[in-house]
């Protein structure tokens, strides 16, 4: 990645960073019933909106992603807040721990393990708020732009579960 493209995105909080790659999934938690509703409401606005949450709070909601965190920072010897290893995170070692199949990763079917990935591919269509992304694999899928409310055609984006979540380049 270019040094420009982090530095932009880096202008976006931490915090907020964090939770538009962590949001995606939070449905699940609302399922299992480990969060409220009035919590999944405002972790959805703050990712969209972006205002930031205290982070003893994410770390909190987000305890298993934050277990894995704080391994990475300890290996990357920096805070587990630090920008570099959010982003290492969510760009490598989530997909990672999905593909060694570890914790729930290890009976989760391989659907539910696909849409986990976070995948980059290129904006199709847009139609409202949905995007068609193309994959270098020849697969497309549509997801909500909600995260992303700029995407247009042409554009390359990164991708977790129905969510696209950040843009890369602009056509």
């Known amino acids: 990645m270019e040094e420009s493209d982090k530095n932009s995105r880096r202008r976006t909080p931490v915090e907020v960073y964090f939770l538009r790659y962590a949001f995606p999934c ?11 509703e009035s919590d999944y409401n405002e972790l959805e606005k703050s990712a969209i909106e972006g205002f930031i949450l205290s982070r003893p709070r994410l770390e909190n909601i987000y305890k298993t992603a934050f277990f894995q965190i704080r391994n990475l920072a300890r290996e990357m010897q920096k805070d587990i807040w630090d920008y570099e290893v959010i982003e290492e995170y969510f760009m490598r070692r989530h997909n990672e721990i ?11 079917p391989e659907k539910q393990k696909d849409l986990s990935r976070v995948k980059f591919g290129i904006v199709s269509e847009k139609k409202n708020d949905v995007l068609t992304v193309s994959f270098e694999d020849n697969t497309k899928r549509k997801v909500l732009n909600h995260l992303v409310p700029k995407a247009q055609a042409g554009d390359k984006v990164s991708v977790h579960y129905a969510h696209a979540v950040e843009i890369f380049s602009k056509h």
């Open 26 to 36: 939070t449905y699940v938690k609302l399922a299992r019933g480990e969060i409220s």
């Open 98 to 108: 999905i593909n060694k199949g570890e914790g729930l990763y290890s009976i989760a």
